[in-house]
């Protein structure tokens, strides 16, 4: 599954709001297994930073597997003092190799790279 983080505004500054928008797509020899749980995404805010959401679920779609991008949006107020270079984050999903292949429960782990301003 590849996996894809936007954060807006792209420069940072202390204090200041965020969004995250974070993409999750299989390959194409992958599909989603949807028989079972839904995807999940938790959220590891850093220090003195606030989450509007730490745990995102996706959605079910009907159909027993499907390919499409999973999207999951969330917002961050950033502290005044605190600059990590990324949030951690973790997503647990169920995807399936090839047609009629393996179905697996994984989890991957995910950096969301951060800009600061200069100052």
């Not at 974070?22 to 599909?31: G, N, S, T, Y």
């Not at 390919?67 to 399936?96: G, H, I, W």
Request: charged letters at 25%; aromatic letters at 10%.
């Amino acid at each position: 599954i590849e996996f894809n983080a936007v954060v807006v505004p792209g420069t940072i500054q202390p204090g200041q709001s965020i969004r995250v928008h974070l993409q999750f797509q299989p390959r194409k020899d992958a599909h989603w297994n949807n028989e079972v749980e839904p995807m999940v995404v938790w959220i590891e805010g850093p220090e003195g930073w606030t989450i509007d959401q730490q745990l995102l679920v996706s959605e079910m779609p009907k159909a027993a597997e499907s390919n499409e991008t999973r999207r999951f949006e969330f917002e961050m107020q950033t502290s005044d003092d605190n600059r990590p270079a990324s949030v951690k984050a973790y997503a647990l999903y169920y995807v399936c190799e090839e047609t009629d292949g393996q179905c697996l429960y994984l989890r991957q782990d995910c950096d969301i790279p951060l800009r600061y301003q200069q100052d």
